[in-house]
């Protein structure tokens, strides 16, 4: 139960989605968090008996709770993230700086596109998290910088969740010698080829230049709005398209806003419903260095007696497969079967992407630094790669699974000595199993394409 002596706004907490604020007696901010109930939220803080020191202090000085009422756990998500950016809380940032956070950052470019960063990973690209607005360094690489997110995890969800009324692209539009070709009739080989995405109506498709800059920019426009809190802004706006669309005849684009505008008016965000919204807030600041609902990629090599090697790296978030951001390798510098080699190319070549990306050449769009690297194979890759990430100065923990007769067998080989993996593997070890299952079959499924190509007549 509440103490008496707190005042709390309207003198009690519906049970509704919402941003709720903890002040001191002195009217300064202690704590900015978001609810699905603010009632029990609120009430979980002073009805756990074991608290942990941090939060105890924090709740030993609350004097004033307010808080404001949101249509969804969607939109308390956004709205915590702006108030904390604003008015920097001292608990949330306890032992957490703002450089180890989650941004959402819009990229500037002429189709722009969402993507996550860390706050020490935006300062490489001039980027202060916390200020208000961006510097003209920062405004050549990124349109807006959204943050800080507490869950990383309900940030990707909620990404994703406003995708089918708000479909942004991840993928590049097709390079010139692809619209040439296609203009003429020819190549059919050089034909763009639609995304994944595309297929599932969730990218709008730049791929296939399908759409324009000018109709895409809008759609960026709306993905800003709604990050920013003006939900009811983008509504009113697809309002007015729609009666217009009406009055032209226009009964099929009709149809798709009337979907879009239902859609946002009842946002169905139970996937925003995780484990951190039942446990305290400030006890999710986990020690646990490895966050295994992050980005985790594997690799696999595929060859049969050396002929036509390819690789593969598959990718999971939030512990499910992004098959988006999927790569395929086909083996350049190896001669004959050597796996530990192979390996070794495939790794350069990856992380050759992930240093452009960090020196600001390109914005690194599908090569962000992963959580873990999970490599199919024992000790002689592990050791391999390793090698090279030392060689770069880069801090990435690796894991190699070597197989075994079946899955119970398999053998995990990674420093011991390094707590943080240990506890990694104890916790993750049927998801890093999966992802590498994955690596395998992704790689079998591109080396059998490649041996079709390769043996299939030529056709002009």
Request: charge should be positive; hydrophobic fraction near 35%.
């Amino acid at each position: 139960m509440i103490p008496n002596t707190i005042t709390i706004k309207h003198r009690s907490l519906p049970d509704v989605p919402g941003v709720y604020f903890y002040y001191n007696k002195a009217g300064n901010l202690l704590y900015v968090g978001k609810a699905t109930s603010l009632k029990r939220r609120v009430g979980s803080y002073f009805a756990n008996k074991r608290l942990d020191p941090r939060i105890e202090e924090m709740v030993s000085q609350i004097a004033r709770i307010d808080y404001v009422e949101t249509p969804s756990v969607l939109e308390a998500l956004v709205l915590e993230a702006n108030q904390i950016k604003a008015k920097k809380p001292k608990y949330n940032i306890l032992e957490r700086d703002d450089k180890s956070f989650l941004y959402l950052c819009i990229t500037n470019e002429d189709f722009p596109k969402p993507v996550f960063f860390r706050g020490h990973e935006l300062e490489r690209f001039g980027v202060k998290p916390f200020d208000k607005t961006l510097s003209l360094e920062a405004k050549k690489k990124f349109l807006r910088v959204f943050g800080p997110y507490t869950s990383g995890v309900s940030l990707r969800r909620a990404l994703e969740l406003v995708r089918p009324m708000i479909p942004w692209s991840i993928c590049s539009p097709p390079n010139a010698l692809h619209l040439s070709s296609s203009r003429r009739g020819h190549g059919r080989g050089l034909a763009p080829r639609a995304c994944f995405d595309y297929q599932l109506k969730k990218c709008p498709g730049v791929c296939v230049g399908a759409i324009s800059k000018k109709e895409y920019k809008h759609i960026i426009k709306q993905l800003i709005q709604f990050f920013d809190g003006k939900k009811s802004v983008i509504v009113r706006d697809m309002e007015k398209e729609l009666k217009q669309a009406s009055k032209e005849l226009r009964f099929e684009d009709a149809a798709a806003l009337q979907r879009k505008i239902f859609a946002f008016e009842h946002i169905r965000d139970v996937a925003l419903l995780t484990k951190e919204d039942y446990a305290l807030p400030i006890e999710k600041l986990s020690t646990d260095k490895i966050n295994l609902e992050g980005r985790i990629e594997a690799y696999d090599n595929s060859n049969i007696s050396g002929t036509n090697p390819v690789a593969s790296m598959t990718v999971f978030l939030d512990g499910v497969p992004a098959k988006n951001l999927y790569r395929k390798f086909k083996i350049k510098t190896v001669v004959g079967t050597n796996d530990v080699a192979s390996m070794e190319e495939v790794i350069r070549r990856r992380l050759e992407r992930l240093e452009r990306s960090e020196r600001s050449e390109r914005a690194g769009i599908g090569w962000e630094r992963p959580e873990v690297m999970i490599l199919d194979g024992g000790e002689a890759q592990v050791y391999r790669v390793q090698a090279v990430l030392d060689e770069l100065g880069l801090d990435i923990p690796i894991i190699g699974i070597a197989k075994g007769f079946d899955r119970k067998q398999d053998r995990f080989v990674f420093d011991r000595s390094n707590k943080d993996l240990v506890r990694a593997v104890s916790r993750g070890k049927e998801l890093f199993q999966r992802v590498r299952d994955e690596a395998h079959r992704f790689a079998v499924k591109f080396h059998r394409e490649t041996r079709k190509k390769k043996f299939l007549p030529y056709a002009n």
